[in-house]
């Protein structure tokens, strides 16, 4: 069976946007920063469709984050559009315009139906039953290659409580967000992180760990 990987950019003290999320303002007050260091990434550009960037460390670690994914899960949230059903008239169609930066299938958490939606090579298959359910069809349509839950924070850590995560991947960068969607928030005291790789990048540092949870997967 294929793993689960999540991989996510924190603040230093642990949040993945900042307070009062919108559509105008997507990661928060305070967390327009977050990214900044993969922004120049050659990793980072090539899945935006875009020649040159930096390599060095970071990218490294991204090359080995991007390699060996068969199939993407995120949360309503990182997906966008705000609460409640989606708006049939004018659906919102994510945060990546028409040529998302996934290259795969992406299985997003809601709690309201939806046709699939395929922008350039990129489908959104929007899944009511559940995180189990997201797994099983991402881990299908991934063909043996490895799941990535790639946010937002209540995506992960649903999948963390649940016992379901085999690696963590966190970039954690010298911001200090104060308040937002926190990362480990409701987890539980029964998950175990076995440290696996350290790296220090320009204006970040990148941690892999091998999760052991108590939980039954």
Do not use: C
């Amino acid at each position: 069976m294929s793993n689960l990987r999540a991989y996510i950019t924190t603040s230093a003290d642990g949040y993945v946007a900042g307070p009062n999320q919108s559509i105008e303002n997507p990661l928060g007050e305070g967390g327009d920063g977050i990214h900044d260091w993969a922004f120049k990434l050659r990793a980072f550009r090539r899945i935006h469709g875009d020649s040159g960037g930096d390599e060095g460390p970071s990218n490294d670690f991204t090359e080995e984050q991007l390699d060996g994914i068969g199939a993407q899960i995120m949360g309503r949230n990182m997906f966008g559009g705000g609460p409640g059903p989606w708006d049939r008239d004018e659906p919102w169609n994510g945060w990546w315009g028409e040529n998302p930066p996934f290259h795969m299938p992406v299985y997003v958490l809601t709690h309201h139906d939806r046709e699939p939606l395929t922008l350039s090579d990129t489908t959104f298959i929007f899944v009511t039953g559940g995180i189990r359910s997201a797994l099983d069809q991402a881990r299908e349509a991934a063909a043996g290659k490895d799941v990535v839950v790639g946010g937002g924070a209540e995506a992960i850590n649903q999948y963390l409580a649940a016992g379901l995560v085999d690696e963590l991947g966190l970039n954690v960068v010298p911001l200090v967000l104060g308040s937002g969607a926190r990362l480990f928030e409701g987890v539980g005291p029964d998950i175990e992180l076995e440290q696996q790789k350290v790296v220090v990048g320009d204006g970040v540092t990148h941690l892999r760990y091998a999760v052991r949870s108590g939980s039954s997967a």
